[in-house]
């Protein structure tokens, strides 16, 4: 989802429970005011539904955006048979954190579950 989407998303007001994992944060006075203007235009929404939704998009967008930096082993070959490499770069490295971490909240929330 990009920024455009989400703010047409808000105009439908619609609401995603996901589960859910909290967290604290601190906002700049100007961003803070944004926020709340944001909340403002949109009374359907609350301001953890902003945060929330505007955090999950900023988030894609960093995955989108992690540049690709070819190493010099060959993984896999394109459909007219150029040589494909893997990615050195940053994002097998994210991709992998982003796993290790996903399956601690999975244990953890399976723990709090059957608790």
């Known amino acids: 989802m990009n920024v455009k989407e ?3 998303s808000w105009e439908k007001v619609r609401s995603d429970k996901q589960s ?3 967290f604290t944060l601190g906002l700049s006075k100007k961003d803070a005011a944004r926020v709340e203007a944001l909340v403002g235009l949109y ?4 301001r953890n539904q902003i945060l929330s939704q505007l955090i999950t998009t900023a988030l894609d967008e960093v995955e989108r955006q992690m540049p690709y930096k070819p190493g010099k082993k060959v993984v896999s070959f394109d459909e007219l048979g150029d040589p494909l490499y893997e990615d050195i770069g940053l994002t ?10 996903s399956k601690q909240s999975d244990k953890s929330q399976h723990k709090q579950q059957t608790q």
């Open 6 to 8: 989400l703010i047409a």
């Open 20 to 22: 859910e994992t909290e």
């Open 43 to 46: 009374p359907g929404m609350d």
């Open 92 to 101: 097998p490295k994210y991709l992998k954190l982003l796993h290790q971490y």
